[in-house]
Each structure stands twice: as structure tokens, then as C-alpha cells.
């Protein structure tokens, strides 16, 4: 909640600023999550390979497939 307030008191506070005043608000804020962006290491898909597996240690996946399958027809 208190990130939703900051949000709020930001907004109002930029909502006081001129238009060229706001522009270059949205220009260095751009700027900076560019920067963030480029810093921060991309991910792969594959990081999640093996997670939740535990989930179906004990399920058949055969026959949780023909259950979900037959579900579709109600």
C-alpha cells in the first residue's frame, strides 16, 4: 500500500509541474530504466527447467491428461 501512496503523491506532484517540466521528467525517468535495463542480466526460459517438479513426483501424467481431457467435455 505505502508504494501505492508514493505512486499517487508522485503523480500529483508531476500533474504540478509545467508540460516542458514533465517532459523532462518522462525523459529522465526513461533514461534511467534504459540504464537499469542494460545493467540487468538477461534471463533464459531454460532457469526454470526442473522447478515444481516435485509437484509431480507422485502424479501420473498419463492419467492426469486423460482426466483433464475427458473434463473438456463435461
Do not use: C, F
Not at 39 to 46: D, H, K, Q
Not at 55 to 62: L, M, Q
Amino acid at each position: 500500500m505505502k508504494a501505492d501512496n508514493d505512486y499517487q503523491k508522485l503523480l500529483q506532484m508531476a500533474k504540478q509541474l509545467d508540460l516542458a517540466q514533465q517532459l523532462r521528467l518522462i525523459e529522465e525517468l526513461a533514461l534511467s530504466i534504459r540504464r537499469q535495463a542494460e545493467v540487468s542480466p538477461r534471463r533464459s526460459i531454460l532457469e526454470l527447467q526442473g522447478v515444481g517438479q516435485e509437484i509431480w513426483k507422485e502424479i501420473d501424467v498419463t492419467k492426469h491428461v486423460e482426466e483433464e481431457r475427458a473434463s473438456w467435455d463435461g
